[in-house]
């Protein structure tokens, strides 16, 4: 996920253009005809920006669904009622990289809107729209692998599907979706922790939860539990704060003889102050010390970030020289003067890209030069030239899907766990610029460049070769089924 701090860092911006999420105070209502403005900005930038606006929907669809945006009775609009329209209108693009992006918000709407003691006091997963407890600090006793099956009265699978509505990801492909709705605690937003509130949560401070407990002989059990910040749960769940370097997120173990497992818990480079090509360097010059015979690859949990990650890994794990070639589009040459007020970036280059484009269609422009989408990939000297397997999750779904969906496409390794986010058919993402509406104070990410793909690519995930699901059961025991699985199937 791109930080609009990433940007400020590498680009000096005027003050005057920054009037807008910044400087926001925390009011709570707006009137209507300001955020119909606001939504005259947004429709008019995904337009001229946005290439994979008609991927997934036809442009009457998305034209409806802006409709429905903008159609209020109401004189003013409160800037929750503001946000909670715009995300469900940009869920209906079904683009994963465009999204009222929680982090690059500003502090006002992060205090208005994400910051309330009104979470829920436990951390969970999905299995698919059932909500399995992981840990749990209300002090009520919720034992590990309990499932909730209500929330103030509200059935779980009600809760999820009113929260899809909202949820970013590529084309048809809940499992992303689904994954994001998770609650780890970890990080400093979560998709659960804000929309869940937005639309369920109550003025009292406290939750009834309905649980089935495993380990409990009651059955079915209702409990009252105190709603509680993000930042308390943090604590009562003894995480440490701060950012994790490459060193913590790129670890190579050995579980089992003769097979080596390298995680990768990021592909974002850009914050490391490591040599992140030397670190992937010595963890490939180890594993061969070893003489391993079968590497696992694990990317699950791991969205993405530097797509030159995906390809660094390649170059480790092919024998033969890889030209990976793609037809690469943008969809207008230059920003219109209107919207660039609005729009903000880390490389001043993405307003103005006549000398790189040349026209693709009447909406189109093929990208040219070292931008055209092809790359050489040469096979490294220590590679490793045994059995290789990628662990693969439904959070694959930008870099981590493309590595994925390359791995499968050269017969480098066997894809091994659960379908994959992403999406076949087609991902936007690469270059962002950062849209600040300036009524609402609302910051939207709008991604710029697509790959083009033949019209009957199916609108799907990439399914593994080695399919292994989680049960119930492995979470309440803390079981990690895909390694152990995987590594049964390998015969360690």
């Known amino acids: 996920m791109m930080l609009r701090s990433l940007a400020s860092a590498i680009l000096l911006i005027f003050a005057g253009l920054l009037f807008a999420a910044e400087n926001l105070p925390a ?28 991927r997934y929907e036809t442009e009457d669809r998305i034209n409806e669904k802006y409709g429905k945006l903008v159609d209020m009775q109401e004189d003013n609009v409160s800037i929750r009622e503001a946000f909670l329209r715009i995300s469900e209108f940009l869920a209906h693009i079904k683009c994963g990289h465009t999204i009222a992006n929680p982090y690059n918000q500003s502090d006002s709407i992060k205090a208005l809107l994400f910051s309330g003691k009104d979470k829920l006091p436990f951390t969970f997963v999905l299995i698919g729209k059932r909500m399995i407890v992981t840990e ?4 009520a006793g919720i034992g590990r692998g309990a499932e909730v099956l209500e929330i103030n009265g509200v059935k779980t699978e009600s809760i999820v599907e009113q929260l899809l509505k909202y949820a970013d990801g590529d084309g048809s492909n809940d499992g992303q979706r689904l994954y994001n709705m998770r609650i780890t605690g970890e990080g400093e937003h979560e998709f659960f922790d804000i929309y869940f509130p937005l639309l369920f949560a109550r003025e009292s401070g406290k939750f009834r939860i309905l649980y089935r407990d495993p380990e409990s002989r009651e059955g079915i059990t209702e409990m009252s539990v105190d709603a509680i910040s993000r930042e308390e749960r943090k604590q009562l769940l003894s995480m440490k704060s701060g950012k994790k370097d490459l060193t913590d997120e790129w670890k190579l173990e050995t579980p089992a003889e003769g097979v080596s497992l390298l995680k990768f818990g990021t592909f974002v480079t850009y914050n490391s102050e490591l040599d992140w090509k030397k670190l992937l360097s010595d963890h490939f010059g180890e594993i061969n010390s070893r003489g391993s015979s079968d590497l696992i690859i694990d990317i699950r949990g791991n969205s993405g970030g530097t797509t030159e990650v995906a390809f660094e890994i390649l170059s480790y794990i092919s ?7 793609s037809q690469r589009v943008v ?3 230059i920003v219109p003067d209107s919207l660039r007020q609005y729009l903000s970036t880390w490389d001043n280059s993405f307003y103005d890209r006549t000398a790189s484009v040349d026209r693709y269609d009447s909406r189109l422009f093929r990208l040219i030069d070292e931008n055209s989408g092809t ?13 290789v397997y990628l662990l693969v999750d439904e959070a694959n779904s930008s870099a981590t899907f493309i590595l994925a969906r390359l791995v499968r496409e050269y017969k480098l390794g066997l894809l091994a766990g659960r379908a994959t986010g992403g999406n076949l058919k087609g991902i936007t993402g690469g270059n962002l610029f950062f849209l600040d509406l300036p009524n609402t104070g609302i910051e939207v990410d709008i991604p710029l460049i697509t790959e083009l793909t033949p019209a009957d690519t199916p609108d799907s995930g990439i399914t593994p070769d080695i399919f292994i699901d989680q049960s119930v059961e492995d979470i309440a025991g803390g079981k990690d089924s895909g390694l152990q699985s995987l590594l049964g199937i390998i015969g360690k």
Do not use: M, W
């Open 331 to 333: 969809c207008y040459d």
């Open 136 to 139: 749990d600090v209300s002090g």
């Open 375 to 387: 790359v050489n990939i040469t096979p490294k000297e220590n590679g490793f030239r045994g059995r």
């Open 319 to 325: 024998e033969q020289p890889l030209t990976l070639k």
């Open 27 to 54: 009011q709570k209502s707006i009137p209507a005809e300001q955020f119909r403005a606001d939504c005259n900005i947004l429709i008019s930038a995904l337009k001229a920006l946005h290439p994979g606006l008609y």
